[in-house]
Every structure is written in structure tokens, then in C-alpha cells.
């Protein structure tokens, strides 16, 4: 049974830093995995998608690397502002099935 | 873009109640849904997919006695939690795909407290 792991649980930084927040998963076999946010009260929105041919996704100040052989991936976001502050998912997909890791809740103080 | 929105937002109900949640796609048709819980400081497990005009389907270890899924429209499929307990109070969040299976459109979730 595919299990994705998210490190670390929680993470405050001060503005400006810029950060990584990591994801492990057990099973290679994945088709894709997305990085998501999750905001209180709000749904969650999809970040970046990697196929699992590719190598890394990009999309303004974020950027995720996908290592399938490996089982990890990693979301960087470059100077970090507080209205990133939110609880970041990491997510694989495979088999029509969303296998989630529990996230990492980050803060960025002002 | 898409939107999919959940009813209520919150919810507490006392031990031994039944309580329904409601998941719409606001602009667009799902002939399929899926039905998510999140508890606290742990990841989002799927519960269930709900299929318009069909049963839906349960993941291992889900009472589909206890937890009724209705998809009565291509916009709506809700999910009740019959016979509520404490155990039972989390963070429910529903979501529809979009053009490909792997985009999904959440919900802004459900809280509930079984008290």
C-alpha cells in the first residue's frame, strides 16, 4: 500500500527565506504527484503537477523535483512572503487513486 | 475556474444523530465524486467514490452502512454519517474531476463534532 510522508510537520521561517519542504513515498509506481495548498476554510489548490517522466515543475517562485526511483520529491519556494502561509500537501496519484501525505503547515512571519 | 462547494461548513451534532453533508459542482456536470476524511495532523484518505445514477464504491475498511453516499444529479452527491459518534468527528472534503482524472476540484471541506 503506497505511503507518502511529509517532513517537516510544521515550519515558521521569517519573510524573505527561502525554504524546502520534502515528501516520500514508498511505492515508485506513481503516474503523477501534485503539490497542493490548503487554506483554512478553503479547498485545495493544486500547486504543480509532475508526471512521473519528468524531473521538476516550475511555476513562479515554487519549484518541485520528483525523483521516482528514489520515492521523493521536494517543493522549493524562493523568498518566501506570509501570504504563503498555509498547509502544503503533497499528493500521488496512480490507480485513480489520490494517496496524500498529512502536510506540512508553514508559516512565514512578517 | 471550477468550483465545488460543500454544505455545511461546520457541523455539530449530538451522539446518535444523523447528519448529511452536500457536495455541488457549481459549473460544471460530475458524473463522479469522491468523498475524503481528514483528521487532525493526518493525511487525507479516500472514503469513498460516489457515481451519478450508480452505488458508490467504498475503500476497504469504510462501513458503507454507516456513511450513505446519494449521487442524485450530475452536480450533487451527498454523503450521511448515520448514527454519529465522537469517533466519527473530522474534516470531510468532497472533490470532482475535472478534464482528466488526476485534476480534481475540492471542496472547501466540512468540519464535524460528534459530541
Known amino acids: 500500500k503506497q505511503e507518502v510522508t511529509q517532513i517537516p510537520a510544521a515550519l515558521s521561517v521569517p519573510e524573505g527565506e527561502n525554504l524546502v519542504l520534502n515528501c516520500s513515498f514508498t511505492d515508485s509506481a506513481i503516474y503523477n504527484l501534485q503539490w497542493f495548498r490548503q487554506d483554512p476554510g478553503k479547498g485545495l489548490t493544486s500547486l504543480l503537477l509532475i508526471q512521473s517522466s519528468q524531473r521538476e515543475q516550475t511555476s513562479g517562485r515554487l519549484n518541485a523535483s520528483l525523483d521516482k526511483s528514489s520515492g521523493r520529491s521536494t517543493l522549493y519556494i524562493a523568498a518566501s512572503q506570509p501570504g504563503d502561509s498555509a498547509t502544503y500537501l503533497c499528493?500521488?496519484?496512480?490507480?485513480?487513486?489520490?494517496?496524500f501525505g498529512s502536510g506540512t503547515k508553514l508559516n512565514v512571519k512578517p | 475556474g471550477a468550483v465545488v462547494s460543500q454544505h455545511p461548513s461546520w457541523v455539530i451534532c449530538k451522539s446518535g444523530t444523523s447528519v448529511k453533508i452536500e457536495c455541488r459542482s457549481l459549473d460544471f456536470q460530475a458524473t463522479t465524486m469522491f468523498w475524503y476524511r481528514q483528521f487532525p495532523k493526518q493525511s487525507l484518505m479516500l472514503m469513498a467514490t460516489s457515481n451519478e445514477g450508480s452505488k458508490a464504491t467504498y475503500e476497504q475498511g469504510v462501513e458503507k452502512d454507516k456513511f450513505l453516499i446519494n449521487h442524485a444529479s450530475l452536480t450533487l452527491s451527498t454523503l450521511t454519517v448515520t448514527s454519529a459518534h465522537p469517533e466519527d468527528s473530522s474534516f470531510y472534503i468532497c472533490?470532482?474531476?475535472?478534464?482528466?482524472?488526476?485534476?480534481?476540484?475540492f471542496g472547501p471541506g466540512t468540519r464535524l463534532l460528534v459530541l
Open positions: 499528493a500521488v496519484y496512480n490507480f485513480n487513486k489520490f494517496y
Open positions: 472533490s470532482a474531476p475535472g478534464q482528466t482524472r488526476e485534476t480534481q476540484y
